[in-house]
């Protein structure tokens, strides 16, 4: 496995090149991360993504994908929009989970930005069972070709065990 760092926190305080954003299509701002990041950062990201709408995404961004705006008033240099998938029990959709994390850490190389900071995609609203997305994070990031330090910044102290259980497990 590749260094992965762990912490618990609040990844809008992250002093790293880019923060990704668990977004949904819209761009739009939503709860969660989505609005601790717009909240956090200030109008500017908003002003990004509409602009992102106005332009090369009309329809957002498909799960799965990814795409880069400031970060505003962060210490971060980026903010990496990201979209996972709404967890179904009947439809196993973690090839798109994987994708979210593989195409944030595309962005991240094209940016040039040497230190990317996750939250736990898909895990809250969007319903992802917390063993399975902590597994498809750690695998996806590891089985990426990015070269920057890559963490995963987890808001509890359960999920921040998860996450070390499961790397833990994968080592
Ligand atoms: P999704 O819709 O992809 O499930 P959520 O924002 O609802 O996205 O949740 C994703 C994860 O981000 C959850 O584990 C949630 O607890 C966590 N989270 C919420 N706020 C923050 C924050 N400020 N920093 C880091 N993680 C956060």
């Known amino acids: 496995m590749r260094d992965i760092t762990l912490l618990q926190g609040d990844i809008t305080t992250m002093?790293?090149?880019a923060v990704v954003n668990a977004a949904n299509s819209s761009l739009l701002g939503g709860g969660g991360v989505d609005g601790a990041i717009h909240r956090a950062g200030g109008p500017a990201i908003l002003e990004a993504c509409r602009a992102l709408r106005a332009t090369t995404l009309p329809d957002g961004l498909p799960a799965?994908?990814?795409v880069a705006t400031t970060a505003g008033r962060m210490p971060a240099r980026w903010v990496i929009h990201t979209v996972g998938p709404v967890w179904s029990p009947r439809d196993d959709r973690s090839a798109v989970l994987a994708s979210a994390y593989r195409r944030s850490l595309e962005v991240a190389a094209e940016l040039g930005a040497a230190s990317v900071a996750f939250p736990a995609v898909s895990a809250g609203?969007?319903?992802w069972p917390h063993e399975s997305a902590a597994e498809i994070?750690?695998?996806s990031v590891d089985a990426s070709p990015y070269e920057g330090a890559v963490s995963f910044v987890l808001f509890s102290d359960a999920m921040l065990r998860v996450f070390e259980a499961t790397l833990d497990r994968l080592r």
Request: proline content about 0%.
């Open 64 to 66: 799965g994908d990814a």
């Open 125 to 127: 609203v969007y319903g």
């Open 137 to 139: 994070a750690l695998e």
């Open 15 to 17: 002093a790293v090149d």
